[in-house]
Every structure is written in structure tokens, then in C-alpha cells.
């Protein structure tokens, strides 16, 4: 292991069919008016919401309304959402959905006592709260951010032109989040395999960077063996509770901080994800399934021993009377075969990319100075082609 690190995770997690149970003892544990913010109705449909609000009655909660959190959630939304914070003077807001409702949450939670303009002090100069913030809590419906158990924020501000996320510290993480693997049974198979793609990229992410013989990337290795093993059954059956909890589990560790001790990460497919996102309001994953093909090949050569790693340990290829471009190469295939298997996108154009729209998402994305390779604007402009 090289470099200084600490690692501090305050999310409690209740795991499995019982979970529930155990959401009004934590309710207990904050003052009486709680904010439920959702997302477009999904958990009215599928009883979750039925559910939640049992449990809150059941603490003796005031509740305070909150629908409407959209996928991809915007700025205009959280200004809402602190407008109702404020006016009900809220205790505790109760994030009930997949990351979008998770985010949007904890961009309340930092912004209602916010002094400054928020979209400036924590997405545009990443600075921390220094006003009094409101605890969050979390019953996940759908599986892929990790929002359950970090800090991430990611806002869309389409007046600035920018889908942004924030890393937000351990105060405004979930207090306790609810895993219920059978909440994620009623995702419609789009916004579920999309979900799936999410996970193996933030694997990746944190995998493909750095030289060091690194513990963190054994573990990350077991996560992406285990999500690839558990996606070819739940894309064939998602019935499959055991495949599904196994992947509720894995989406948990590869974005709450562990396998961030040790590395540098890269998060590049991110940042083009998110450009993408912001000009055709795409679903999160699949805008990550479409460029990471392009790109991996784009930065292959530069952080060679990684992809031989990558290909031998993940996928099983044999290297012998192969070279390492070869081993590589068949990696990033076996890739390519999976994503196929589970059905992600994998062209840009299926998502609304045109050659018309892609100067808008070029100047949209954000390059950063880490992984094996950073990008100039032109290899953003050809990935993306090579991505349509
Ligand atoms: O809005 P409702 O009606 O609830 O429907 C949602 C939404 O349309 C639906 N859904 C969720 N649970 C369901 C369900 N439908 C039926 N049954 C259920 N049980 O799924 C749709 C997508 O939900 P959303 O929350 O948008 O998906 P996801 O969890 O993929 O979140 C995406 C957002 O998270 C950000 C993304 O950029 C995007 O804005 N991310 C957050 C991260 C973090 N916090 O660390 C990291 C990620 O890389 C990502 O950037
Ligand atoms: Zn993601």
C-alpha cells in the first residue's frame, strides 16, 4: 500500500428482507418532522411508500411531502427542497429511491442553511459546509451510485451548463440506510442492467489507476468477479433474489471510500457520462456503457500492466504466447462480451448523442489530471465519435 490515508464510514446499513423492520428505531432517533422526498411515484406503485409512511406514523413523525426528485436531479429542484426544509423547519429528511432521490437529498441538506449561493460554493469550488446541516437517511429502491453509504452528490444545473458532483465528508452521508433487496425487484430491466453498468464502472474507475501492488485492488477484483458472475443471472432472471442481493452488496463497497484507500482513481468515463447527461438527460449508466469501450482502448496502452491485470484476473485470459497488447486487448473484449450479455448501450447515438451536440458535450466535460492518461479536448471529440 502507498500513500497516507484515513477511512471513516458512518453508514449504518440494515441488509436483507427484514430490513424494514427496523427503520422506525432509527426514526426514533430524530426530532419529530421528517422530510420524504421521493422520486416520480414509483414507490407508490410498487407499496414501499405504504411502507415508509407506516414507520412513520408508527415514530410518531410529522411528514412533510417531498415528490418529484427526477432522475439526473436538478438545482432547481434542491432550492425547492430547502425552501420546504426551511418552512417546516425539518428534522430529518428520509431519502426514499435510487441515487437521483440520495442526492438530491444530502444537496438540501448542505444547502437550506448555506449562507453563499450552494451550486457555487460546493459544486463549482468544492468547498465544504461550514453552516448546520440536516441528517439524512435512506431506504435504496434501485442499485448502482453507491449513494446509500458516501458522500456523492451529483447536480444538474442546466442554467450553468454543468452536471456536477460534489464529495461531500462522513457528516452527510446517510445516517442509516435501508437495503432491501426485494424494493429493487420492480426496476424496469433498462434502469436496472444501466444500474449494473454503473457498479462495474466504479470498479474500474478506481481500479485503472496507480502502479503500486495494491490490496485494495484484490478486493476490487473479488467485487467485479462476483458483479459479473450475479449480473449474467439477474439480466436472465431478475427474479434471482440471491443474484440481486449480491449485487445490492456489491454496489454498497465499490463507491463507500474502501476501494479508494491506496489508489488515485481516474474517473474520466464519468466525467464524459456526465456531459452526455446534461445535454440529452440520459440514464446515468448507460451514458457510462457508451463511451468506456472508446476510451479504455483510448488509454490501454498507457496503463498497459493494469489492463493485463485487468484481462487476467477479471476474465480469466490465459497470457501464455500472447503479448501484453494482446492480453490487453482480449480484457477489454471479454469486456465488451458481458456488456452485450447483460444488454447496456454500448453506442452513444442510441442515448441522442449527434455530431451536431457533441461540441456542447465536449466543452461540458470536465478533464482531470489523473489515471494513465489525461485527455486533450480533441481525444474528447474522438472518443466521443468513436463512441456514436
Ligand atoms: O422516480 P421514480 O418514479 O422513483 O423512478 C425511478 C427513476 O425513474 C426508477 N426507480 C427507482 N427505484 C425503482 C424504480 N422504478 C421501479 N421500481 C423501483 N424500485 O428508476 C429511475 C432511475 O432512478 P435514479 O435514482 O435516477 O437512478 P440511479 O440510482 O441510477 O441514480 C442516478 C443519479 O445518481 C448520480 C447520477 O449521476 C444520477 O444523477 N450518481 C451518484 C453517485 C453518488 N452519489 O456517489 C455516483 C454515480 O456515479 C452517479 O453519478
Ligand atoms: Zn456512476
Redesign the pocket.
Known amino acids: 500500500m502507498q500513500g497516507n490515508f484515513s477511512y471513516h464510514n458512518p453508514t449504518k446499513l440494515y441488509f436483507g428482507e427484514d430490513a424494514m423492520n427496523y427503520l422506525i428505531g432509527e426514526l426514533k432517533c430524530y426530532g419529530p418532522t421528517v422530510m420524504l422526498s421521493?422520486?416520480?411515484?414509483?414507490?407508490k406503485?410498487?407499496g414501499?411508500y405504504d411502507a415508509v409512511v407506516a414507520a412513520l406514523e408508527g415514530a410518531g413523525k410529522t411528514i412533510v411531502e417531498d415528490p418529484g426528485?427526477?432522475?439526473?436531479?436538478t438545482y432547481e429542484k434542491v432550492m425547492e427542497g430547502c425552501h420546504l426544509v426551511r418552512e417546516n423547519n425539518v428534522d430529518l429528511i428520509l431519502a426514499v429511491?435510487?441515487?437521483?432521490?440520495?442526492?438530491y437529498a444530502?444537496a438540501v441538506s448542505a444547502s437550506v442553511y448555506c449562507e453563499e449561493e450552494a451550486w457555487e460554493k460546493y459544486w463549482v469550488k468544492q468547498g465544504s459546509p461550514s453552516c448546520k446541516t440536516v441528517p439524512i437517511g435512506a431506504v435504496l429502491?434501485?442499485?448502482?451510485?453507491?449513494?446509500e453509504m458516501?458522500?456523492?452528490?451529483?447536480i444538474?444545473n442546466r442554467k450553468a451548463g454543468f452536471?456536477l458532483?460534489k464529495?461531500f465528508g462522513p457528516n452527510l452521508y446517510p445516517k442509516f440506510t435501508i437495503l432491501n433487496p426485494r424494493?429493487?425487484?420492480?426496476?424496469?430491466q433498462y434502469?436496472m442492467v444501466?444500474?449494473f453498468f454503473?457498479i462495474m464502472?466504479?470498479l474500474m474507475e478506481q481500479y485503472f489507476a496507480g502502479t503500486a501492488d495494491c490490496t485494495t485492488d484484490y478486493i476490487n477484483e473479488g467485487l467485479m468477479r462476483s458483479l459479473i458472475h450475479s449480473t449474467r443471472i439477474a439480466a436472465k432472471n431478475p427474479q434471482d433474489y440471491e443474484a440481486r442481493a449480491n449485487i445490492m452488496w456489491t454496489a454498497t463497497w465499490a463507491?463507500n471510500t474502501l476501494l479508494k484507500c491506496g489508489k488515485g482513481g481516474d474517473w474520466e468515463v464519468?466525467q464524459i457520462?456526465?456531459a452526455i447527461?446534461l445535454v440529452t438527460d440520459a440514464?446515468?449508466?448507460m451514458t457510462?456503457s457508451s463511451v468506456s469501450l472508446p476510451y479504455y482502448r483510448h488509454v490501454m496502452h498507457d496503463g498497459l500492466h493494469q489492463f493485463v491485470r485487468f484481462a487476467k484476473n477479471v476474465w480469466g485470459v490465459r497470457p501464455e504466447g500472447k503479448s501484453d497488447e494482446q492480453v490487453a486487448t482480449e480484457g477489454l473484449k471479454c469486456l465488451e462480451d458481458w456488456m452485450n450479455e447483460i444488454g447496456v448501450v454500448t453506442h452513444s447515438r442510441e442515448l441522442g448523442v449527434t455530431e451536431e451536440n457533441i461540441p456542447a458535450i465536449t466543452d461540458a466535460v470536465l478533464i482531470l489530471p489523473v489515471g494513465y492518461r489525461t485527455l486533450t479536448r480533441d481525444e474528447v471529440i474522438d472518443i466521443l465519435h468513436q463512441s456514436m
Open positions: 421521493y422520486g416520480g411515484g414509483s414507490i406503485r410498487n414501499i426528485v427526477m432522475p439526473n436531479p429511491g435510487g441515487g437521483s432521490t440520495i442526492d444530502k429502491t434501485m442499485v448502482g451510485t453507491g449513494s458516501n458522500g456523492g452528490s451529483v444538474t452536471k458532483g464529495v424494493f429493487t425487484m420492480t426496476v424496469p434502469q444501466a444500474g454503473d464502472s466504479h463507491l464519468h457520462g456526465h447527461g440514464t446515468h449508466g457510462l
